[in-house]
């Protein structure tokens, strides 16, 4: 396993160890508190118009198993909650078309040629207007797709709808229940006459399900396309295993994608996240965070620009002397615990931030954790019962010590920037053309390109990605010469850099 | 009186030009739209556990002037919504009082001299946690005081009725109607048996009020402290007619009044209201700030370090030099309105985005105001027929042109950050020590150093402004020797600075 | 006196106090030594051409007082090296010419009006290019001049040897003696015939030549146009005493020339001053920056964004609370001293850093001055004899404690930015506009608008400075609209803002 | 091939393309123009002291090779200019100790285990005070070193002398021939009874005359350590063709070496190379830099932090959707060429600044090289009749066009930085430590661990390389506990990240 720095996943729930042991493991549904409390889900502009949707829930108290739709062309293969919602998530889709410019040149290129005709996709994703974008995108692009939701909280249910009625068959709607989530998923899979060749994944639930299911299926499967930290290493301990059937492509780690989860989107949301939930000034305030990979990095340039006066703990050397040369003071922890207004953990590590620590802070003291999952804050050291808690506003608790102190925790120590923040879309815009291409390239790899093992996203199509989201921000890209391609030793059209350089 | 350049007003409402002309003219209520819309107040994180009471409106439809309440002591000399919130107000003032040092440590100064005994101020601020620190203190220093609130919406209820248990005769309720506020100012001033010999007003309207009542008063009273851009230039302009007749203060122009709320304020809150409106990603945009006063530094810096592409506009050629040299392109509107995505104005002028450019800009520009009125974008203009407007979020409109064109309008064109932002309770602790020691300064000032002028603050004032916030940072002064003191030719307690000096 | 804070003096030496009482002292030339070391001047890519005049010194012994020369026409009013180095002078001056587009606008708007038609100016500054073009340009707009240098060092030989040529009378050469600097200024002011009515003056050594010798003539003078620190002090203090007998302008104080001598001028050199003397590498460095002015702020960003750690010192609470708010720590020099890279002081105070503080420096400490005399390093506290002094470089000092620490201390301690690096020849423009200004308004001002008083440049001829100098930078102003100029109350052509503004 | 963008290769000179393919080809010496003209090396302040020494070379014609010499102990295996300078050079190497603390760690921690006890090894690199302490601590960890200069003008005499004074058998002196530079080597490998088993390179060359000379000298030989970027380049040609017979590796792309060659040296050289050629001002300047890799990222945030306006181009459109996240315009050079007052390349490719470019481009625009090679600016191009080229200071030149025009160009095109600014000790410190790891763990793998192949420092010492110079900037490291090294499945002392880390 090698994981080891803090990296933002933007995409999937954090989960627990033991759930990469799953492949002949029975999961215990009842236990997984990882699918509540997810982070509120990107809300673009376009998309709050429909918060008068919102109220949805408390429509109809039946089932969506329970109950008969049709879409327009008479078609019953979907489960939503209500497809008559269809003309509403269908205005969704159409703004966030115009959100994401890379598909929809994707989809003008495929005009001509269809690279996944022949394509049978499954997945299981997020279910949102951009992801509809893509859906829909894969089908210009001569796919058959099958989707179901990889979270019961997060499916924008006028989407879905729009989905269904489009001829989709999706699979999901806001607030499943756990047998409910499976359900979709194997509605997705366990079809008559229908057999996936391509699985797109976010968490790996959908792959665990095949595996454990329908292992048969991965006769006719040429790849899998997984996004998640979490569902990236559950594939590298299969593949370690010996157990991984197909070749996997991890779309996690490419540059195009962890510079914006990370060092981009973090240096905009750490601000934002403060704001909103606790409404500080940032000037002159002496911060302290925790690790200093593309989180941190982030985390530091933003909070240095408005002001603050920023110390950096780090384990790893080299790391270590990046914050310095960046301008950082490199300290331990405990050295600056007793000063500092703000404590900011982004390692990917457990217990950073412990009850000494805590109880050492002063008095007004925010912690929040921008890091890979909640464990960086010992939260659970301050359920005792000296300490009072209060929830002063939503995502924000006083936690007061008998002395009067108070420490202001945010989001329970959850991820700061997806539960108090939003994801812009041209975050999602970026996952989901790699998403795409991946697709496409494992689609079309001529036989023997990729064995039974976890990929990367080849370099070319990584710098295809960032070449369709340049328009975005008018801006012109050189060409090499043929004299010039020929002095570097390159194709003129890339890849440019060798695999090991570092951007 | 020359207040050209943009500055925020954080305090003040938005007058229109026919009011500076107040002193002899009937005013139509019905006219004034600028009572209506304020800002959001500041929430801190403490005020926000009281959202709870939000809800205090639905319960009781009784106007507080037909009420009879008497608080412990029985005193019934205020009107207030509902003396029995006094509990829960208490709690939210001793809260406050945990962020505004400054005022505590005045309190703490004045337990053996009392600077403002036997001082009888008159007081029409907005009325929340922040104003009743300052009242108590200014009560605590040795003044009576008597309060009204300086708007109708912005009176937080439980925090008028703590001040009212506590003997402050208080008049205040969110959600007065115009006679309302009349009648809550008359009952401040017009009382048996007490006479105010300080005012301390925030937008000139008490003053307006003894101006055209009780003309007489004035012969008592030995200053006015006034906060307001607006209320300021009204005093300017008494004063070049002729007709002030006692000393004024404005501290709205003290050096740290000015660079709080202006540059270090808005340098943080252009990001925050940017982003909890859209949600956009700041990284690659290109923006134009018009107007490269201290609040356009304070945007440009900000989005610059956010990775914006940022241009200027000037028309004052000092400033668009400072522009050059902090790296800003200047140009005119005109050159980059096509291409930038964003378009920031704060000029303190009108009609700088016309309706002419307003048609030129791309699909999906983003136009908001920081300035220090409404009438920076003229939003009047895209009021025709042929623009449909939608609002897709509080705050946010989307104007679509025939062909489709989208452009984002944030608060209709008034301020962004008082909309969409809030102010941190340190700006809010700055302003109200600059207050109280100007109340100081006035009532304890010789005969004769005052004429009927308006004055700025005096520096060695502003100074002690700024030491009684250094703590917060845990920041610590150098004090010069008495070598170094004769050498320089100072007091060695300052003020430090000739009265031109820049900062 | 007001002049508190530091600022650096880029045209004037270091003055000692008594100087300023020189109204009727003898003055002890031998006592002297601010007369030597003075700053290397402007040096800049075209004047670098002339190195090979380096020699010229070597070719001759004879004084120049000694010598008979004429120019081509005939002329023997002046006094230079040698007259046969106008050609190469002249290319200078050409070269100059180029950079210096604001003088040249002046002279092409000269070509109908001559505002200096009859004026005779009598000046006394440095004599390099810069200033040639300078005296050329109040030439061409109508004036006589005459000419001597305000430094016996500062001369540019053959710079003077073309003005000589061209017809200026210039009396002034490298390396005089304490008695040839007055005997040139009395050249310029003792001439039969002629009699100055404007004083141009850089120090105030001219000024005080006329008031000691001449004092008559004044009868006849307009004004005094005072460019420097030390010179524009001489002039309050001879206002104050009753004794200025004419208008003066103080032009040091105008808002385009103090942010350039100051924050945008120091923000590079102190990046240049210690690169060319340490060749030291900033990054992850530890700084103290004692003192927060203008030119302290200039230091501070620069050194932060090159990635050191910095620490600031300051006595005015206004200027530490900017410092907090722009992310610097707050300190006492003796909290960080043991253990700061660099010391850096522009506070403008003496013996900021004192034998104590370098007692506790470590092994390696820089140290070095950047504010406006060499009074702020105690510099004598280190001569003592258990300290050794290495010259290690020019400018760089190691002084060597018994130990082995080593102390690196650059130029002596006087201004690191003068001795070490260079004024860059836009400074210079925009000091010789801002001078060639003031002549015209001192010299065309209708009788009564200044009285024998000091002035400060009118704020319309500094935005004028300003205006003139944006051509450089491509950069494009807004003019105001008829309305808007209604508006806000102001005149389309300025001035833009009310006195007091501190940009 | 795999050097495709641009980083500084501060240790090599310039090679031509023919020189890779130098295996089995006759080398033509007088054709090598690449010896001439190299950096000037670091200067410290220590050295600076030797410039007494720059007149060494006028006291003594005779050839090295001709004297004979004896060091204190009788020995004579040595050659350098003159062993008398031993005792100043001792001085330098003294005070580089000094700024060299982790190979003096090193030293520390061989007191007791000697990990090169037994090693023997032959080293071509420059020969200065930093490089003698390399050799030294080689010594101190059990080398035997024998000592050629991988350069005919970069030796530093004195320090050459100290060297073999103190038992060091080194063959170099400032102003070698072609002819010496080949005797140097083969003196350092012709010996009898003695035969190296482990090569220092920097360059290839000494890899290339064992090759040639004494290809079976290779059987003794461990491994190869290779410095440069020509020399990595020349190594991999030798592995492609299967002609490599001993592991290499490449400390040339280690991440610490890369950062601090590139992004952190750089940021500071553009601005002190821009400064020291022209003094220039860099506010408000437009400045396109070409190629963000590492160097170009370097100057790009040094520019924008003085306030320059900063355009970029490039041809990987990942590196440009960097550009654009990090503020910068992306675009094609011809668009803004005639806009800019500055072009930097940095892209490590041929003729990005054409003939038809300098035509287009403005009077003084500022043209220079931070890139890999001199090929970036086609400077033979402006090596035409109708151009006059005019030398205006050391490094600068004047090109001037038919109508007046004139292009600065800086260090003909060759890398500003290592031409006209210095490279910090410090740097080097990272340099030299690098290699002296990689001769330790190439000198003690097991066997089978590294095969005939170029090899990548493991990361394992690139973290210590890193953690050696942390003490440098008092910065403190926090180690993993037992319980979080295992939950991140790390060993504690590292390495801490997979090797595909961007860092």
Redesign the interface.
């Known amino acids: 396993?090698?994981?080891?720095?803090s990296t933002q996943d933007t995409t999937a729930f954090n989960m627990p160890d033991w759930m990469i042991q799953f492949a002949d493991q029975k999961r215990e549904f009842n236990k997984r508190p990882t699918k509540i409390g997810r982070r509120s889900l990107?809300?673009?502009?376009?998309q709050?118009?429909t918060?008068s949707y919102s109220s949805d829930s408390s429509d109809d108290e039946t089932s969506p198993r329970d109950k008969q739709q049709k879409n327009s062309k008479g078609s019953s293969d979907f489960c939503v909650k209500n497809i008559k919602q269809a003309e509403f998530g269908r205005r969704e889709i159409e703004i966030a078309e115009?959100e994401m410019p890379a598909l929809m040149a994707l989809r003008k290129r495929a005009q001509g040629e269809k690279p996944l005709a022949g394509a049978k996709i499954v997945g299981c994703t997020h279910i949102t207007a951009q992801t509809a974008v893509l859906i829909e995108t894969l089908g210009a692009l001569g796919a058959q797709c099958r989707w179901a939701a990889c979270n019961i909280y997060s499916t924008l249910n006028e989407v879905a709808a729009a989905l269904a009625e489009s001829g989709v068959p999706v699979f999901s709607w806001k607030g499943e229940s756990e047998d409910d989530f499976w359900w979709c998923i194997d509605r997705c899979v366990n079809v008559e006459g229908w057999q996936p060749n391509m699985i797109l994944d976010d968490g790996g639930d959908l792959t665990h399900w095949i595996y454990k299911k329908y292992p048969n299926m991965f006769k006719k499967i040429k790849g899998i396309v997984e996004e998640s930290v979490t569902g990236v290493h559950r594939l590298y301990q299969l593949s370690k295993a010996g157990k991984l059937c197909v070749p996997a492509m991890n779309v996690n780690?490419s540059?195009?994608k962890?510079?914006?989860d990370n060092l981009?989107?973090c240096?905009?949301s750490i601000?934002?996240g403060l704001?909103?939930t606790?409404?500080?000034?940032?000037?002159?305030?002496?911060v302290v965070v925790c690790g200093y990979g593309e989180v941190g990095k982030g985390c530091c340039?933003?909070l240095?620009?408005?002001?603050?006066?920023v110390y950096v703990?780090?384990?790893?050397?080299?790391?270590?002397?990046?914050?310095?040369?960046?301008?950082?003071?490199?300290?331990?922890?405990n050295?600056v615990i007793r000063?500092v207004d703000i404590v900011i953990t982004c390692t990917?590590?457990?217990?950073?931030v412990t009850r000494e620590h805590l109880d050492r802070m002063k008095?007004?003291c925010i912690v929040c954790n921008m890091g890979h999952s909640n464990?960086e804050i010992d939260v659970a050291s301050l359920r005792t019962p000296e300490l009072t808690w209060?929830r002063?506003?939503s995502q924000?608790d006083?936690v007061i010590w008998p002395d009067g102190k108070r420490i202001?925790l945010l989001a329970e120590g959850r991820l700061l920037n997806l539960s108090c923040?939003?994801v812009?879309?041209?975050?999602l815009s970026i996952t989901a053309t790699t998403q795409a291409l991946a697709l496409i390239e494992l689609y079309n790899a001529p036989e023997g390109r990729y064995k039974q093992d976890v990929y990367?996203l080849p370099k070319k199509m990584?710098?295809?990605v960032?070449?369709l989201?340049?328009p975005?921000?008018?801006?012109?890209?050189?060409?090499?010469?043929d004299?010039?391609a020929k002095?570097?030793?390159?194709n003129k059209n890339?890849p440019?850099?060798?695999?090991?350089?570092?951007?």
Chains 1, 2, 3, 4 share one sequence.
């Not at 990107?42 to 376009?46: F, K, Q």
């Not at 975005?472 to 010469?481: K, Y």
């Not at 002095?487 to 390159?490: A, D, E, F, V």
């Open positions: 396993m090698e994981r080891t720095e990107s809300r673009s502009i376009s709050s118009s918060d115009q780690d540059v195009t962890q510079k914006f981009y989107c240096r905009e601000l934002d704001k909103r606790t409404d500080m000034m940032f000037g002159g305030k002496q340039a933003a240095k620009a408005m002001g603050s006066i703990t780090e384990i790893d050397p080299i790391c270590a002397l990046q914050a310095c040369m960046d301008g950082f003071r490199l300290v331990k922890l050295e000063q990917g590590n457990k217990n950073v008095n007004g464990t209060e002063v506003r924000v006083h202001v923040s939003t812009p879309t041209f975050v990367l990584d710098e295809y960032a070449s989201h340049l975005t921000f008018d801006a012109h890209l050189t060409e090499l010469s004299e010039q002095y570097l030793g390159l890339g440019f850099k060798p695999n090991y350089y570092r951007y």
